[in-house]
């Protein structure tokens, strides 16, 4: 049973406009979330977290949303850039537990 | 450059045989963490060492074992291989047991055939 799902396989948005990547997860017990992006032939780098205290967490054009209540975490990217093309993972951790991934969602930035 | 290494970077074998794949993780960093990769899978973790002692376990079938040795580099042993084992696999690294930042090598990719 997957506790942390990414519904959409892929994304693809204009340059400039805004990236939005979803991601839902099951257990509330889960106090740290975060954002990996990878490249092809890389492995994944960490990107943006958030812990549960917080409900939103900028880092330059990203920024993190968590809604606890819902248990939805998003990723906004605003604005796209081509270089942004990859495939974006969302990770949660309860305690210190090793990292739980999604299955990750593919974004494609079309300039 | 993470700054952890992986090797091989590609491994083609054949089912039944036995493989191992080596991690070197960053510079002052005690833990290492497995995952894999299948096709349509996200990253499955595998396992955890943390300064040499196994830490965590996730969904290790029991044909695989790991180990961290006193450099801190480890190894992870993949046995009786079937067609299924084919996956992009991960080493990551960091400071503490529970740090959320982790470094990820580049992986090693399995073919079995």
């Known amino acids: 049973d997957q506790q942390v799902k990414q519904n959409s396989p892929s994304l693809s948005v204009q340059e400039g406009r805004i990236s939005i990547l979803n991601c839902d997860y099951t257990?509330?017990?889960?106090?740290?979330f975060l954002w990996y992006k990878k490249y092809p032939a890389e492995g994944p780098t960490f990107l943006i977290s958030?812990?549960?205290?917080?409900d939103k967490n900028e880092d330059g054009r990203f920024t993190v949303f968590l809604n606890k209540s819902a248990k939805h975490l998003s990723l906004h990217i605003v604005p796209s850039q081509p270089g942004d093309s990859a495939v974006y993972f969302c990770a949660v951790r309860s305690g210190n537990t090793p990292l739980v991934f999604g299955k990750g969602t593919r974004l494609s930035v079309i300039a | 450059d993470s700054g952890v290494t992986q090797t091989p970077k590609h491994l083609i074998t054949a089912t039944g045989q036995r493989v191992t794949l080596r991690c070197s993780p960053r510079?002052?960093?005690?833990?290492v963490y497995w995952y894999q990769q299948s096709l349509d899978q996200g990253l499955q973790f595998l396992i955890q060492?943390?300064?040499?002692?196994?830490?965590a376990k996730g969904n290790i079938l029991e044909r695989f074992s790991a180990q961290q040795f006193p450099d801190l580099h480890s190894e992870l042993n993949l046995s009786s291989l079937e067609l299924g084992d084919s996956a992009l696999y991960f080493c990551a690294s960091s400071m503490g047991q529970g740090v959320e930042k982790l470094f990820f090598g580049s992986g090693t990719q399995l073919s079995v055939l």
């Open positions: 958030i812990s549960s205290i917080k």
């Open positions: 257990n509330s017990m889960f106090d740290y």
């Open positions: 510079s002052g960093d005690l833990s």
């Open positions: 060492y943390y300064n040499g002692e196994e830490r």
